[in-house]
Structure formats: C-alpha cells, structure tokens
C-alpha cells in the first residue's frame, strides 16, 4: 500500500523490489500495487484464498481441517489427561482435544455439526478459545468449552469425550448480546467445598451497556439432574466507563472464614486500562452480586497497566495458612496476601449490678453521689488462619448515651471518651475498667 509513500513524497523503489522479493512466484498473481488502503477490500479475498491454498488445506484449496487449529491456546488439566482447545480448526470454528499418556484423543468434525451447522463455519465461532469442567453430583465430571464469536453472540458447550474419540454434546447456553464475546471465560465454583460444582461461570466482558463497554458475568447453577439454569449475572453499575469488567475469571478458597468459597473477576480496562479487580463472596448456594472489596492499579502503584487481565487464587506463597492472589498486568504480576479475620466479641458487667440511690458513697465535683464501674472485656478469635502469637491491634472508646440535657451518669475520667487503643492475643481476654458516677436525686 503506497499511499503512506506517496503523501509523504518517499520514493517506494527499494520497498517494492523488498515485497516482491518476498512474493510468491508470479508475482503478477500474489503482489498488487495500489495507491488508496480502500483498494484493499476488492482483493483481499482473493489474495487470502491464494495464501491459504499454499498452507495444506484439502485438495480444492478451501478448507482448513486442524492445519491452523492453534492446539493449547486454553487448557484444562484433568485426571487423565489436559483438554485442550483449538479455537483455528476446522475453518476457525474451533474444536477440542485431549492429551492423555496413550496419545492424543481427536474427535471427528461430524462431533460438533448439531452445535455448530455447516452453513455458519464461516463465522468463526472459536470453539474451544476457553476450556474447563464441571463436577456433576449424577454422571461426574463433564467438560465445558466457550465458543465467544459463535453466531457473533457467543456460544458454551457441555459435553462428554470418550479417549475413544466418541464426543457427545449434552448441553449448549447462549449469549444474549452480539459482540459481547460470551464464553471468553469460563468458571466452575464449588461454594461449599463439597467437590460438586455448584455455579458455572460465563463471562461477555465485552457486555455493552449505558453507553460502555462494561462487562457481564452470567452465572449459571448446576442441578443435581445436570441442567444449568440460569441465576442471574454479576455487574457493575456505578462506574460509567469501559471496564470489559469478566476479562478475568478466579474462584478462591474462603476469603472470610464464612466456610464458603469466593470470587474474583477482573476488569481490565477500568481506569483509563489501568484496571481493576473485584472481590465476590459467597453464601450458603449463592454468590452474593454486591461485590465486597475492589482494589484498583491506582491504589497499587502508577505504572500499572491492564491490571486485572488474568488471575489466579489458589497459593499460599507466604506459608501463613491463608490465600494469596496473583494478578496479571501489561508487563508485570501483583501478588496481594490476604489478611486475616477476625471476630471480635465484647461483654460489659456492671459492679455493683444494680444502682441503689440511697447509697451516695463518693462525692464528684461537691456533690454526694452514687459511684459505679463497668467492666468491659474483649477477645479475639479467629475466623480464618492466624498465627497463636500474632497481636490483633484495635481502637475502640466508651460513651454513655442518653438523651438528656443534664445527663444522669457521668464519666469519672473524661479522657475514656476519646478512642482507646488496645492490643489483643487470639483466644485470650482482656478487660478493662470504666469508672463512672450517677447523678441521682432525691427531690
């Protein structure tokens, strides 16, 4: 194209002599010269039909058969073996695989014609772009694999593959919205660790709506009879901007030691593509759609970029008993510790229990009055892993509340109104003394 050269006044010579040197031979068939980019689109076709009869298609030069497959672009480790997609087979409509110790398990084409009809193949569904299982309560494990260009609205499968070959599709979920690349990602959870998957995650991060290009994650339960039914979707709502909000996909272990696993997704582009990640937990059969905690690239460091492209929740790289998180970013990985949690419990007893009036046994401020202490204890356990010697820091103050312009109880030391700091051991108790009098009177 020489349209770059010649606004420019750049004499093209040495350019063309280069590109035709790469040319097939002739190059009267493989090399065309024009002077406008839009020129291109008359003849790209049939230059790519050129190209592509060089590169070991069938006899007639029009079809691909696993020649482009792209074989690993996703890959799933199960017990016998790695599936593994190859999103380029078959003429970009994509196929799945499976490596095991005793070869290579390569279903037939006729495998996916129900799914994906030969009339569409030229839309390029990409099958197998992501691929997973699922762990049925009934008939075990079955795998899963997303074909996000399908249609253009984007296309899952379920289905079951014999190391015989034999491939048999048993469901197929599609997406709602065209260009929304749904089936891009997606992720078994097992809520309750109970080893049955309880929600199949879908992801369109390229879900459109109010305006951006927001990001949607549909999320899927999974019936004891092996139907998946949809449950509802994660969104985000109070950002307008471009998040592509699903670009990530990582079921965690129990992040808040409520005995139920949880979610992270990643929103890559939030933030000017700086991006961000979004924290889900769970409860009881259910994944809670309020996100609990976000954690943008700008709270980390400057530099950071597309934070939130990939993420992976499953190490302890520090050996202290809880989950770390690895996320990935244009030219760099974050590894975020988790924190333990802790529950904190207060009891408050009062010496003597009961105010009597009649008894004034100090004085405050020149006054007979009635004088009392509250003993307020504190402990800590642990709801996630945390080390026996580990100090829990907490701030807390004590205040007497009652709405009245000439308050009954007073605080002896006014300084117990302001915030307390105080360091706690896991397990231990620790309590502490707030002195105070009551202004009774008698009249």
Known sequence: VLGYYNRRGIN????????????????????????????????????????????????????????????????????????????????????????????????????????????????????GYTVTSVVSARNGRLYVAGAPRFNHTGKVIIFTLKNTGNLTILHSLKGQQIGSYYGSEISPVDIDGDGVTDNLLVAAPMFFSGGWEKGKVYIYR????????????????????????????????????????????????????????????????????KYKQRIAALDIASGLRYFGRSIHGSMDMNEDGLVDLAVGSLGAAVLLWSRSVVRIHANIRFEPSKINIFVKDCERGGKDVTCMSAIVCLNVTARTAIPPTQEVAITYNTTIGERRFNPRAIMDDPDKLLFQNLTLLSGEETCQHIYFHVMVSTD
Do not use: C
């Open 12 to 127: 093209p010579e040495a350019f063309l002599n280069e590109i035709k040197y790469i040319a097939s031979d002739p190059d009267d068939k493989h090399f065309f010269k024009v002077t406008d980019e839009s020129a291109l689109k008359d003849i790209v076709d049939a230059l790519g039909d050129r190209i592509f009869s060089l590169e070991g298609t069938s006899k007639n030069g029009t079809a691909f058969g696993l020649q482009m497959s792209q074989a690993g672009f996703s890959s799933h480790f199960v017990e016998d073996g790695i599936l593994v997609g190859a999103p380029g087979a078959y003429d970009w409509n994509g196929a799945v695989l499976k490596e095991t110790r005793q070869g290579k398990v390569v279903p037939p084409k006729s495998s996916y014609s129900q799914e994906f009809p030969e009339e569409l193949k030229n839309h390029g569904a990409y099958l």
């Open 222 to 289: 999974v019936t004891e009879l092996n139907r998946f039914v949809l449950e509802g979707a994660l969104e985000i709502q109070d950002h307008g901007q471009n998040a592509r909000f699903g670009s990530s996909l990582a079921p965690v272990p129990d992040l808040n030691g409520d005995g139920f696993n949880d979610v992270v997704v990643g929103a890559p582009l939030e933030d000017d593509h700086r991006g961000a990640i979004y924290v889900f937990f769970s409860q009881r059969n259910r994944i809670l759609r």
